[in-house]
């Protein structure tokens, strides 16, 4: 697959970023194991092509590029902004929620995955975190801040976007049995 567009390369570079963040979820529920998998496939299969008169495989240079990128960025934004004497508390379910906003309004948003998936495995992670002893409002800033520095270190300007954040809240609502009323008939 060739990256043409600018487009195209920020939706690949996204997705390899939200791979590099599954991979290191600790206990993954299922759900969040099978799309860490399948994006992993997905990216492999895009980017991985027979080489001429053998079996073995090798990768796109494009991808190449990116995936060291990635790399490289999240190396530099864990030692900027995590205390080396303590450890700077976050969530994994807000860091991916940031990454997967920025696909927004991108026409490769659904490139590797469906966005019902992607919220579904923000979720997952969501509700699997225990926030007991620690303050939420510094977790969520907390992991924004990683987020947005991991994009702005891959050469993707971050962008605030409530319309992902809306629709977990609405599917967590629903999955409540707590469906607001957003209009009523008469």
């Not at 860091?95 to 495995?121: A, C, H, P, S, W």
């Not at 891959?154 to 599917?171: F, S, Y």
């Amino acid at each position: 697959m060739a990256l043409y567009s600018k487009d195209k390369e920020e939706a690949v570079t996204i997705y390899i970023m939200i791979v590099s963040a599954l991979k290191m979820v600790d206990n993954p529920t299922p759900k969040v194991s099978s799309a860490y998998l399948h994006l992993h496939k997905m990216l492999r299969k895009s980017f991985l092509r027979n080489q001429k008169g053998s079996t073995a495989r090798v990768a796109d240079p494009k991808y190449i590029e990116i995936n060291d990128k990635v790399i490289s960025a999240w190396d530099t934004t864990r030692r900027e902004l995590v205390p080396k004497d303590s450890e700077l508390v976050s969530s994994m379910s807000e860091i991916l929620q940031v990454l997967f906003d920025r696909l927004n309004r991108n026409k490769y948003q659904t490139m590797f995955i469906g966005e019902k998936r992607m919220i579904g495995v923000i979720n997952a992670l969501a509700s699997a975190r225990s926030s007991k002893d620690f303050d939420e409002v510094e977790v969520i800033n907390n992991s924004r801040k990683l987020a947005n520095r991991f994009l702005s270190l891959c050469n993707i300007e971050p962008r605030h976007n409530l319309a992902t954040r809306l629709k977990i809240a609405r599917g967590n609502l629903i999955s409540e049995g707590k469906v607001p009323v957003l209009w009523k008939l008469d």
